[in-house]
T-cell receptor
Framework: DTEVTQTPKHLVMGMTNKKSLKCEQHMGHRAMYWYKQKAKKPPELMFV???????INESVPSRFSPECPNSSLLNLHLHALQPEDSALYLC???????????????FGPGTRLTVT | SQQGEEDPQALSIQEGENATMNCSYKTSINNLQWYRQNSGRGLVHLILIRSNEREKHSGRLRVTLDTSKKSSSLLITASRAADTASYFC??????????FGDGTTLTVKP
């Protein structure tokens, strides 16, 4: 199974809402990633988890809160978002993390988030 | 700022033609990867090339890496309509850093 799944596929939320994005992989990968992608732009790295510990936070605002409950799951908790946070949120995993592009990353299909 | 710069930004060709896209970067890298993204979907890994390698092949894909010029190229031969997508290079130039280039949008006309 080389699939990374993400739920939900689409999410519309108000600026006062709290929601969560979920990501799951069953490839035994020990590194998991969250990316944000705006239209016609490349993905931007937000967070990296390595062996279930947060290893990289790319100065992401605290209204985004990642969580890695176990080696297969990655969540992104959202609170008090702004309209400019509307984007495609991509989850990825890789075998390990020794430099993010030392290993092939497997991406999920993404969650398209709209903040109203 | 993004580490990789890709050109062209957009490329339109006829089915059966070859497509070449380039990626340049500013500092030394350990590895470089190429990914494909179909419209609004997740990315798919194409090829990883390490800094001590010069060329790699995978099916109709050929990737070259010139570390002296700090550049890489992706060649897709005998293109198909299904190759229509955005193509990104991705580099790691520092432990833990990951940076995608700005991407090339390829359109293959049937």
């Amino acid at each position: 199974d080389t699939e990374v799944t993400q739920t939900p596929k689409h999410l519309v939320m108000g600026m006062t809402n709290k929601k969560s994005l979920k990501c799951e992989q069953h490839m035994g990968h020990r590194a998991m990633y969250w990316y944000k992608q705006k239209a016609k732009k490349p993905p931007e790295l937000m967070f990296v988890y390595s062996y279930e510990k947060l290893s990289i936070n790319e100065s992401v605002p605290s209204r985004f809160s990642p969580e890695c409950p176990n080696s297969s799951l990655l969540n992104l908790h959202l609170h008090a978002l702004q309209p400019e946070d509307s984007a495609l949120y991509l989850c990825a995993s890789s075998q390990d993390h020794g430099g993010a592009f030392s290993y092939e990353q497997y991406f999920g299909p993404g969650t398209r988030l709209t903040v109203t | 700022s993004q580490q990789g710069e890709e050109d062209p930004q957009a490329l339109s060709i006829q089915e059966g033609e070859n497509a070449t896209m380039n990626c340049s970067y500013k500092t030394s890298i350990n590895n470089l990867q190429w990914y494909r993204q179909n419209s609004g979907r997740g990315l798919v890994h194409l090829i990883l090339i390490r800094s001590n390698e010069r060329e790699k092949h995978s099916g109709r894909l050929r990737v070259t890496l010139d570390t002296s010029k700090k550049s890489s190229s992706l060649l897709i031969t005998a293109s198909r309509a299904a190759d229509t997508a955005s193509y990104f290079c991705a580099t790691d130039f520092n432990a833990g850093k990951s940076t995608f280039g700005d991407g090339t949008t390829l359109t293959v006309k049937p």
